[in-house]
């Protein structure tokens, strides 16, 4: 039975010590097994479980299930109140609550494209589809870096030693360059790894009043696709309209990655402006 839930909005603590330090762009997204380190020791164990599990039965599974968008029903601002204290255990370059980082990205769009309000408001909600593991969906099958299942893992996937577990490496039917799909295919009909991109973009798709435009929700799909917007890899599975769209993503990528800062946005006199933009482009209470 869904409901509707509001909470107040996330207001950081002041005493705690939430804030990440500056970081040169090489500095971003470093990945090791540093034992001695239990931010990287978090990190490593949740890719290896996703790189182990996240199987075509597995995204199959959680598809079905989560596509009945029976969770619960709520509007987008107070969805993104669930990330009020959700901090991704996948994320080597932040420890602050997902919500700020929802408006340190809406927000670093918004200066750059200020004529783009769609594209602020994609901001804002790219990272919504965590919910999911507000509602009891492990953080290993909700964030990280996504993947195309039934084909051979590109090589630039962060730790791809880890799928030497993931029983799709030694079955013919997904092991192979183009596994279960064809060359060129288009991104469209590649089944990627379960998490929150796919998750919200169904969501979106599912709620007949959204009106953000293809692109928006090409971003929203594809954000955690590091493997082939910045590894390069996926490119055979790729149409002409993915290509196409990969400028936009790779636009996306420089403000969902680089405005993690010390700069903490002040949320509440944001709220008007965002829920203006929810009002004309995501309407109404949506199911999750």
Known sequence: MSVTVSEPIYMLDPSQNYRPDY?????YRIYNNDQNDEMQKMIYETYRQMHTKQTVDFVRDRTAVWTQFN?????????????NSFIDESDPDISLPNLVHAFQTAEGIRKAHPDLDWFHLTGLIHD?????????????????????????????????????????????KYNTKHGIYSEKCGLDKVMMSWGHDEYMYRVLKNHKSCSLPEEALYMI?????????????????????????????REFNKFDLYSKSPELPDIKTLIPYYQSLIDKYIPGLVKF
């Open 221 to 249: 799909r594809f954000h955690s696709f590091y493997p082939w917007h910045k590894g390069g890899d996926y490119y055979h599975l790729c149409s002409d309209k993915d290509l196409q769209m990969l400028d936009w993503i």
């Open 23 to 27: 970081k040169d762009v090489e500095e």
């Open 71 to 83: 969770t619960i029903e709520l509007p987008i601002m107070a969805a993104l109140e669930k990330l």
């Open 128 to 172: 919504l589809g965590k919910i999911m593991a507000i509602y009891g969906e492990p953080q290993w099958a909700v964030v990280g870096d996504t993947f195309a299942v039934g084909c051979a893992y590109g090589e630039s996937n962060v730790y791809h030693e880890l799928f030497d577990r993931n029983p799709d490496k030694t079955n013919p």
